[in-house]
């Protein structure tokens, strides 16, 4: 990628993690303090900037894949981008709920078990249907993080399985996956009380693993970042009418999405997925207008955005309801001051760890 792709990359991370901090840390089950009502009419669709970075996820992952070799080295620099981060903010978080939440808040997050499918990035489901234990995330926004590992799977099996036709059969097969949805819930929904009962045993267990595998919710997103991908690519030449095509048909599979799993806030989420097709768009075709965008803080605060992500929730929200009311009149800034401490740690951890142990498990 260009220096000034990276950095527009970074920026809308930035973007996308401001939303998502803000919609945790300014919601009323937080915390009481002045000027509430303001953040959260501003920011209560912030939980659709987890939406734009699985549209940056796939932007940044087909030219990663491109950019690799074999599957191997593909999972392994995967791993070593993921994992540290994970591993330390997984044990902050435990901690941090141990001597903080004394209101019992965050169970879940204080439990040793719990490690088990947080360190794997696997869905705590899927855990519990394999041990019969009962699993659940230290961080309840890991739910992405296993969402983002089923679409590596999918995008690194489809592109080395054929590399010269990865576009095209990644679209096909990720329109397929989206669709593949809607079979139990329509058949069920319509043909139930006529179906025999092995059938019916058959699509309800479909639709239980449906939950498990949730990709199918969300891989939509990801191929509008893969179509933006190859658009940005072949901007110049006759593949973009195929690439045009491609974003199309897949943005209305996500209009559908919108429309049945949304319906009652429709009209904010298009607007939402409007914004971010517009970002990417004037990526592709007027870069120079998103230079208000390439400032040092924002881009570096954007590359840090991970670790940000996975530590914001429960730490955050334990920070603000232990101490804003020793700010007094000043409480309303409790939530600027907690996203403050969240990005010097997160700072500091990509700095001196996250790089560090990076080299170490690519090695």
């Known amino acids: 990628m260009a220096n000034n792709r990276i950095a527009l990359i970074d920026s809308f991370r930035f973007i996308a993690i401001v939303f998502v901090l803000f919609y945790h840390l300014t919601n009323p089950w937080v915390a009481k303090y002045p000027h509430q009502d303001f953040f959260v009419h501003i920011f209560k669709y912030g939980y659709l900037g987890v939406y734009f970075f699985f549209i940056i996820s796939g932007f940044v992952i087909c030219n990663t894949l491109e950019n690799t070799t074999s599957i191997g080295s593909f999972f392994r620099k995967r791993f070593a981008r993921l994992f540290p981060a994970m591993l330390l903010c997984t044990i902050l978080i435990f901690l941090i709920v141990h001597l903080l ?21 696997i869905n705590p489901k899927l855990w519990t249907l394999l041990t019969g234990r009962n699993f659940n995330w230290i961080n309840g926004s890991y739910w992405s993080l296993w969402v983002e590992v089923q679409f590596y799977i999918i995008a690194s099996g489809v592109y080395f399985f ?6 095209r059969n990644l679209f096909i097969i990720g329109i397929g996956i989206a669709l593949s949805k809607y079979i139990p819930i329509q058949v069920l929904n319509h043909y139930e009380k006529s179906l025999p009962g092995s059938i019916t045993a058959f699509l309800g267990s479909w639709r239980f693993y449906n939950e498990i595998f949730n ?23 006759r593949a973009s009418l195929i690439n045009v095509f ?19 806030k429709f009209l904010e989420t298009m607007i939402a997925g409007s914004i971010m097709f517009a970002l990417f768009l004037l990526l592709i075709y007027y870069e120079k207008s998103l230079s208000f965008l390439q400032r040092s803080f924002i881009c570096r605060i954007g590359l840090i955005s991970y670790s940000v992500y996975l530590i914001h929730e429960q730490i955050g929200i334990l920070l603000i309801n232990k101490y804003e009311g ?23 951890s990509y700095r001196f760890y996250e790089k560090k142990m990076s080299k170490i498990l690519n090695k």
């Open 101 to 121: 939440d004394n209101e019992n808040r965050f169970v879940n997050s204080g439990q040793t078990a719990n490690f088990l499918p947080s360190l794997t990035f």
């Open 162 to 167: 054929n590399i010269l036709h990865f576009r």
């Open 215 to 237: 990709i199918t919710f969300f891989i939509n997103w990801f191929l509008c970042g893969a179509a933006f991908h190859y658009l940005y690519m072949g901007v110049k030449n």
């Open 246 to 264: 491609w974003l199309l048909a897949i943005t209305l599979c996500l209009v559908k999405d919108l429309n049945d799993f949304f319906a009652d």
């Open 326 to 348: 020793y700010l007094g009149k000043w409480s309303g800034l409790s939530p600027f001051i907690v996203i403050i401490i969240v990005v010097c740690y997160a700072e500091l």
